[in-house]
């Protein structure tokens, strides 16, 4: 099984962001209680760029997700946002590369695998290529094993946080066309 992710965008009243933010808190924790919570991350809203928090669950598995997306535990934590809430919650379910592929702080459509797998083994093969010319000479004492490990943990952490979110900026318009905010 692969991990699953849910991001779910939501608008918060004016005057009670606070109150948003402490609850953001509480159901982080409360999910992290639950079988496979692999993290919670936010996104805030960026004044003229996107109004809505984006609060983005991952879960090791299908199974674990929907444990924790049907259990009673979520829904009294859904209820008592009522009141902080601007608009009604968007939710996005997305497995595997989508997760890498999707824009911050906009809920879309997943682009075609095919494009995804091409953009991925791009970046892969030039990060692999220029981590084994930097790293080698600093590596060359260690086992072979873990030199590819290293290598390994480093380019994953690159394609994560810095390089898939760059290439899914810049090549927006060729993985999202038909999607108008992600041509902006």
């Known amino acids: 099984m692969e991990p ?16 948003y933010e402490e609850w953001i808190s509480a159901i982080s924790r409360a999910s992290n209680a639950y079988p496979g919570h692999m993290g919670t991350q936010v996104i805030r809203p960026q004044p003229g760029v996107r109004l809505e928090y984006v609060i983005v669950f991952r879960f090791d598995n299908y199974d674990h997700l929907k444990a924790w997306m049907t259990s009673r535990d979520r829904q009294d934590w859904i209820d008592r946002a009522q009141p902080f809430a601007a608009s009604d919650a968007h939710l996005r379910q997305i497995n595997g590369l ?14 075609p695998r095919y494009k995804m797998v091409l953009l991925t083994w791009a970046a892969v093969y030039v990060l692999i290529t220029i981590l084994n010319r930097v790293l080698a000479p600093l590596l060359q004492t260690f086992p072979n094993w873990i030199a590819t490990l290293i290598i390994c943990g480093i380019t994953v952490g690159l394609l994560t946080y810095t390089v898939l979110p760059q290439i899914t900026r ?11 905010t992600a041509a902006k």
């Open 4 to 19: 699953v992710t849910v991001i779910v965008a939501q608008q918060v009243k004016p005057g009670r962001e606070t109150d």
């Open 98 to 111: 989508e997760a890498w592929f999707s824009l911050p702080g906009q809920v879309t459509k997943a682009p």
């Open 170 to 180: 810049l090549f927006k318009r060729w993985l999202y066309p038909d999607d108008k």
